[in-house]
């Protein structure tokens, strides 16, 4: 396909896959995806894409952050805490000596600060303890945005909600919709959905996260050999899963019948772990049930 003009220190796919960057030397360069030309360059010590792949933001030292879009600079701004690291997402986060702020991606507002040193940041927060999941709330920040009451200067103190705390090392991870995959320090590979933290598979190992592809139910991983390895993973079953940690148990009525046979044991042990509370018509109850009715017309080769 052809050459990098820089030794890459790291390399990202843009979030829709057209685009690719790589990063080294104090300088980047993005090129295309599938023909490797040289869409846009310049220099920085660091590079993350947004959730919009039109947008993109650099690190320059320590102190000097710019915002671009659609390959042209929008907007440079210096964090007052000073810039030791940076994190894309739907929020662009600024790392510092003193914690990690996040800022929106249209005017660099400071969005909340938070007194936390992450080594990894994405919809999750990770240190070197645990890992946090947080979920932004783009509603309460656009009222305290408006009314300016709820300002403050650590910015809006109700811009996230903490989900949960895992006391667990995170190496790499990815989001398949609401639940976070990820491996750990132990080498496990693991994915967190609802509260719950359910295991993959035990690596003998450091393996690195490479993706999960829909259409494959596949969960790719690769090794600093360049071994790659897959597991399978059905995206119904973390599409039902999710769907009852949301309590939305009509989305979960309909995406069972998709769950092969053989997975259903490992949904109805979830299911089992799940709390409910006494009562005669309990939802727990009536899916668990529901399995138990689809075993048995299997079975017995019925409609």
Known sequence: MGSCEIYPQTIQHSPNGRFVVVCGDGEYIIYTAMALRNKSFGSALEFIWAHDSSQYATREGSSMVKIFKNFKEKKTFKPDSGAEGIFGGFLLGVRSNSGLAFYDWENAE????????????????????????????????????????????????????????????????????????????????????????????????????????????????????????????????????????????????????????????RVALFLEKQVCVPSDICPWKSTMLLFFLLELTTDSGSG
């Open 110 to 265: 400071l969005i909340r600060r938070i007194e936390i040193q992450p080594k990894y940041v994405t919809g999750v927060i990770a240190t070197d303890q645990s890992f946090f999941v947080l979920r932004y709330l783009p509603e309460q920040v656009a009222a305290a945005q408006e009314s300016k009451a709820e300002m403050t200067e650590d910015g809006i103190e109700d811009a996230f909600e903490v989900l949960g705390e895992v006391q667990e090392v995170v190496k790499t991870g990815v989001w398949v919709g609401d639940c976070f995959i990820y491996t750990s320090s132990v080498n496990r590979l693991n994915y967190y959905v609802g509260g719950e933290i359910i295991t993959i598979a035990h690596m003998d190992r450091t393996m690195y996260l490479l993706g999960y592809i829909p259409k494959d139910d596949r969960l790719y991983l690769g090794d600093k050999e360049l071994n790659i390895i897959s597991y399978s993973l059905l995206l119904s079953v973390l599409e039902y899963q999710t769907a009852v940690m949301r309590k939305d148990f009509s989305t979960a009525d309909k995406v069972l019948p998709t769950i092969p046979k053989e997975q259903r044991t």
